[in-house]
T-cell receptor
């Protein structure tokens, strides 16, 4: 079956602009995660959804970052007033059993965001 | 605090073995291992749970030492396809939903 998909695959924007990144999880997966990966580093947790609600947003770096998942499937990560330090690969992952330490997270290919 | 992986990089000849370690300063509940090739998504390899055992996946296996708060990934008779960056992601309790990833181990297998 189809894996996690993310669009766009690449996004180049100018400092101060607003961007939206989209994630389509594996069908039927109730848990969805966003991570950010800088060059040469491991993924860094941003936010976790269980269904439609953000169950844990402790990883969002500041209030410029926001994510939604209105129907419990597709999620959008929104970044306002982008800064050069926001440049990274934004990864989305989904889990079949609602998340948790015993559940496997399946990652998408990511969106490479470049802020000029 | 993120787990520490060692070594940071390793170069192997095809057929050689390697061990990648993942150490945490906190008690571990689960360890998740992934392999990521350049420009691609991290691919899940295996998960080890507290109180669990050594697990295997083809010629790749892993162990989990709760006392040492450490997991090790074993790659035997390496193949060219094993090249990539290996990450461990850790959860410190069963209520946690996020994984904290190490900095990665870059593995290159040469013919």
């Amino acid at each position: 079956g189809a894996g996690v998909s993310q669009t766009p695959s690449n996004k180049v924007t100018e400092k101060g602009k607003y961007v939206e990144l989209r994630c389509d999880p594996i069908s039927g997966h109730t848990a969805l995660y966003w991570y950010r990966q800088s060059l040469g580093q491991g993924p860094e947790f941003l936010i976790y959804f269980q269904g439609t609600g953000a169950a844990d947003d402790s990883g969002l770096p500041n209030d410029r970052f926001f994510a939604v998942r209105p129907e419990g499937s597709v999620s959008t990560l929104k970044i306002q007033r982008t800064e050069r330090g926001d440049s990274a690969v934004y990864l989305c992952a989904s889990s079949p059993f609602g998340g948790g330490a015993e559940d496997t997270q399946y990652f998408g290919p990511g969106t490479r965001l470049t802020v000029l | 605090q993120q787990p520490v992986q060692s070594p940071q990089a390793v170069i192997l000849r095809e057929g050689e073995d390697a061990v990648i370690n993942c150490s945490s300063s906190k008690a571990l509940y689960s360890v998740h291992w992934y392999r990521q090739k350049h420009g691609e998504a991290p691919v899940f390899l295996m998960i080890l749970l507290k109180g669990g055992e050594q697990k295997g996946h083809e010629k790749i296996s892993a162990s989990f030492n709760e006392k040492k708060q450490q997991s090790s990934l074993y790659l035997t008779a390496s193949q060219l396809s094993y090249s990539g960056t290996y990450f461990c992601g850790t959860a410190n309790n069963n209520a946690g939903n996020m994984l904290t990833f190490g900095g990665g181990t870059r593995l290159m297998v040469k013919p």
